[in-house]
């Protein structure tokens, strides 16, 4: 008991503290380091806001969309405040999310991984002096931009107030199938591409129909499986919220169940690299247009180097333009390492452009031409498109330009909502699975007999 003691106070250390002698870049610089150490030794004395069991159940789907058969949908805001941490704001993202996963389950006869991009996403790295409401306030004021502690422990509750209804949404009905095809029809007399879905969405309600008719109890559908994540940017929170599994000694990030390293901080020298390398959840790294093969080789040896299914995640964010050049090459690099990562495009940070008003945006058709590209790509190479990573709301805002009830540039202003970069609103997210289902069609049918016999390359 003793050393089993030692090993777990050797693990949660290791964890929590190892990152401080490495480089840590985006880190806010607090001025009051005795405020800071306070409001982290109450959170480390917390209750985790998801818990080990939990993250090793997504471990276990994201090694299923690693040998391709599922799929992953992440999604949520950019950046996450608390005033807008409402019920009716998680309860829009959240049907939004469930609407797109039927349509691509249905689509792709996969099973589709939820995760939303909330619960946690309050810190941005790149600006200047708001930094996120987990650092400071939006007010062009000096005391509103001043780095506060004290907003790591709102940034918590407000995370476990969105936990506790995602919960309870999920498990009390509201994701019942019946429910979320009847909104999917809603969706589809009302958009202005809704032609063009209307085949798919009557082929989802046939196939409820036949359920019925043999007797399925569709109640048993009305639960549904939703994990949450978000960049691990601030290692002094994350640190905090790290706990050890009780007689296993392997440590977690109890902030959220995957997290993922942004473009910004994954030096492979750096404090973030390190604190990911040293935690058992599922982790995923974003990949720009710059990556180089070498690059995600040794990201791969650093984050996991037992080449196990389900821990790493690679989030590919090239832009349109360059996605079918940039990803083959990676793809196949990791393949010829044997490792079974799952791949998983993010439209929306390498498309993004100004509006002559000075918004900044993003064309859905670009957007679309990225996903495309991405499984285009995937395609050719017998390789799995292992999902998406997008930036959306439930509200209809208007932040980028297009989708099927087209906003126009000079739209933008009327309900330009975000606190960081441009989400899809509503009927642009459903417009895109809708786009994203037709694309999963077009892949050839594979069976597992022909992805182990390339090697455990089709799996990817």
Not at 299 to 316: A, I, K, N, Q, S
Not at 326 to 352: C, I, Q, R, Y
Not at 361 to 386: I, N
Request: aromatic share 6%; net charge negative; glycine share 10%.
């Amino acid at each position: 008991m003793m050393k089993d003691s030692k090993r777990e106070s050797e693990a949660i250390n290791g964890a929590a503290e190892s990152w401080r002698a490495f480089p840590a870049r985006q880190q806010p610089d607090w001025p009051d380091q005795d405020e800071l150490r306070a409001v982290t030794g109450r959170l480390a004395a917390a209750p985790p806001l998801v818990f080990a069991a939990e993250c090793d159940l997504l471990r276990r789907r994201m090694a299923a969309v690693a040998r391709g058969e599922a799929i992953l949908l992440q999604g949520g805001d950019c950046a996450e405040t608390f005033e807008r941490a409402t019920a009716d704001g998680i309860r829009g993202k959240l049907q939004t999310l469930l609407q797109m996963a039927v349509v691509l389950t249905h689509a792709t006869a996969l099973p589709v991984v939820k995760v939303g991009r909330m619960a946690g996403q309050y810190a941005k790295p790149r600006l200047p002096s708001y930094r996120g409401d987990a650092v400071n306030g939006p007010e062009f004021t000096e005391r509103a931009r001043t780095p506060d502690p004290r907003r790591l422990r709102e940034m918590y509750e407000a995370s476990a107030r969105t936990l506790n209804l995602v919960r309870a949404l999920t498990t009390g009905g509201f994701a019942d199938l019946r429910q979320v095809h009847a909104w999917n029809a809603g969706f589809v007399a009302a958009s202005g591409a809704g032609e063009r879905y209307e085949q798919l969405a009557d082929e989802i309600g046939r196939s409820l129909a036949f359920m019925r008719a043999c007797g399925v109890d569709t109640r048993e559908l009305a639960t549904a499986e939703f994990f949450v994540g978000h960049e691990g940017l601030l290692l002094d929170y994350e640190a905090a919220l790290t706990r050890t599994e009780p007689g296993g000694g392997r440590a977690y990030a109890t902030s959220g169940h995957m997290l993922w390293i942004g473009e910004r901080t994954r030096d492979l020298d750096g404090a973030h690299v390190e604190y990911f390398s040293r935690v058992a959840n599922p982790i995923a790294v974003k990949l720009g247009p710059t990556t180089t093969p070498d690059t995600v080789l040794s990201l791969l040896d650093r984050l996991d180097p037992d080449r196990e299914p389900g821990r790493l995640t690679f989030v590919v964010r090239a832009g349109a333009d360059r996605v079918r050049d940039l990803l083959p090459t990676l793809v196949e690099k990791v393949n010829a390492e044997g490792a079974l990562v799952a791949w998983v495009s993010d439209p929306m940070h390498g498309n993004t452009t100004t509006a002559p008003s000075g918004h900044k945006t993003r064309r859905f058709d670009t957007v679309v031409d990225e996903v495309r590209g991405f499984v285009e790509a995937h395609q050719e190479l017998g390789t799995h498109p292992g999902g998406i990573h997008v930036e959306l709301t439930g509200d209809d805002v208007t932040e980028c330009v297009g989708g099927g009830n087209a906003v126009l540039e000079e739209d933008l202003p009327h309900r330009y909502e975000t606190a960081c970069d441009p989400r899809l609103n509503r009927t642009q997210s459903l417009d895109l699975a809708f786009l994203l289902a037709e694309g999963y069609r077009a892949q050839p049918a594979r069976s597992a007999s022909s992805m182990i016999s390339n090697g455990g390359s089709s799996a990817r």
